[in-house]
């Protein structure tokens, strides 16, 4: 299944690529979509920083396609949705710099973050919903207990950043700049390996054990060993621009 969203209006799509549910409800631009871990909900953030018509998040039931709650607590732009490995929680990032954590069950706000100065660009949760990590346009990254909402770490960046992503064993982050990413390997002195690109990041993906991660710029797709931190691939092709998403084979290899 796949969402794609546009203006104001989601649509699902199955394998073949056929349109089978609209979603309408969002008056807004809609920034931001998220499957629950068991693919029968779907989280929408909509909104805009130069008014307030719509800074809502949207849960939608996809078997029937009903929108089943409407949260509201952000006074602008919710830039990024995810809920958490249980489906339990929702947390939400706005350009009113705040990150919320929703209790779905409850269908209420039970926790508020306000740690940072500028737009919050991207959050998300660990694979074992323990902790939160999160990106701003106030040029750091921060992780915070998800249960406490205490900030555990933080890291100042040369510049903001578009994106901030858990490997799928917890241990690194991945934070995502202009032609720069900054791979965050946590417990380890020393922690924090920056690497140049010559080009801006347009996808990362970690392979399944988490050693590996590459890189996909306008121009090739870098492979790099998070351990040795070193560069151990470039693969360039030459229609690059039409092989936009990239993925690691389960076993690692391809």
């Not at 807004?28 to 909509?46: E, K, N, P, V, Y």
């Not at 121009?219 to 691939?233: G, M, S, T």
Request: aromatic share 8%.
């Amino acid at each position: 299944i796949i969402a794609a969203a546009s203006r104001d209006k989601i649509i699902i799509l199955d394998n073949n690529l056929n349109v089978v549910r609209h979603l309408n409800g969002h008056k807004m631009s809609i920034q931001s979509l998220d499957f629950s871990c068991d693919d029968r909900l779907l989280a929408s953030a909509s909104g805009s920083i130069f008014n307030s018509i719509d800074n809502t998040i949207k849960i939608w039931e996809l078997a029937e396609g009903k929108n089943t709650k409407t949260l509201v607590g952000h006074s602008n732009e919710v830039t990024c949705v995810r809920f958490s490995p249980d489906n339990i929680h929702l947390v939400s990032a706005s350009c009113d710099s705040t990150i919320i954590v929703w209790n779905l069950e409850e269908e209420k706000k039970e926790g508020q973050i306000n740690g940072h100065t500028e737009f919050v660009n991207h959050v998300e949760y660990n694979p074992m919903g323990t902790e939160l990590v999160s990106c701003s346009y106030d040029n750091t990254i921060s992780i915070w207990d998800a249960n406490t909402l205490k900030r555990i770490q933080t890291i100042k960046c040369d510049g903001w950043s578009d994106f901030v992503h858990y490997d799928k064993t917890g241990m690194s982050i991945v934070v995502g700049l202009w032609e720069k990413l900054a791979i965050w390997k946590k417990q380890r002195e020393n922690n924090i390996w920056w690497y140049d690109l010559d080009a801006g990041v347009e996808d990362v993906v970690h392979s399944a054990d988490g050693k590996l991660i590459a890189i996909k710029t306008s121009n090739c797709v870098d492979v790099l060993d998070v351990e040795k931190r070193e560069k151990i691939n470039t693969i360039k092709l030459s229609n690059i621009k039409e092989y936009t998403p990239i993925q690691f084979h389960p076993n690692n290899k391809s």
